[in-house]
């Protein structure tokens, strides 16, 4: 069968699968010609239900977007007996921190500040971690800024600042414990 005899038969196999899964429970069949005789009534004839339709075996689902619950961005982790939850992400070129402006040394650079409202557990702790970014490229980079403060609020937050490629475009959190986060949600590339 060539290729173009192929897609027709696949199409109209699929378009079957479809119109049968959107057809009504019931169906009215009406006499062939209108010469017919009063005994041949509409009759009503089952018809297949989507329950009963199974997809042919060679056909592959196309997959989608589904949004799902990132652990430490849509939900509070905790690492180390430490609770808390990412609240931003950014590239920026400078970072002001104590009065202090910190640039990127390397001009191909940019700084990624992360965010995380601290919820429970020993703040001091989290500065023994050791927290990295890793890009796609395998560029690791260890946060080079590590600060717990807190927001308008009164809520404690932690502070990582690391120098980035300018090019990288998926960045993953390294935390103790093997814990890691993708933060594409948070920097415009994700569900």
Same mark, same amino acid.
């Given at each position: 069968?060539c290729?173009s005899? %192929? ?24 006499p ?11 009759q ?8 009963a ?13 589904t949004p %799902? ?8 982790i ?10 931003s ?5 400078? %970072?002001?921190v %104590?009065?202090?402006?910190h ?7 940019s ?6 409202d601290?919820?429970?557990?020993e ?6 971690w ?10 690791q ?10 927001t308008?609020?009164?809520?404690p ?33 994700g569900?």
């Amino acid at each position: 069968m060539c290729h173009s005899a %192929y897609l027709r038969f696949a199409f109209s196999l699929w378009l079957g699968v479809i119109l049968a899964a959107c057809a009504p429970s019931e169906v009215t069949v009406k006499p062939a010609s209108p010469a017919a005789s009063p005994s041949d009534t509409p009759q009503a004839v089952p018809s297949a239900t989507p329950s009963a339709i199974q997809p042919p075996a060679s056909i592959t689902p196309i997959p989608t977007n589904t949004p %799902y619950s990132i652990p430490g961005i849509d939900s509070p982790i905790t690492v180390q007996g430490v609770t808390f939850q990412i609240v931003s992400a950014a590239l920026q070129g400078s %970072y002001d921190v %104590y009065g202090q402006t910190h640039e990127p040394t390397d001009p191909n650079d940019s700084l990624l500040v992360v965010m995380a409202d601290l919820l429970e557990g020993e703040q001091q702790g989290i500065f023994d971690w050791t927290v990295s970014c890793r890009d796609e490229q395998g560029r690791q980079d260890v946060a080079s800024i590590t600060t717990i403060g807190t927001t308008d609020s009164g809520q404690p937050q932690i502070t990582w600042v690391f120098a980035v490629s300018k090019t990288s475009r998926s960045l993953v959190l390294e935390l103790p414990e093997s814990v890691t986060i993708d933060l594409a949600p948070l920097l415009g590339g994700g569900p």
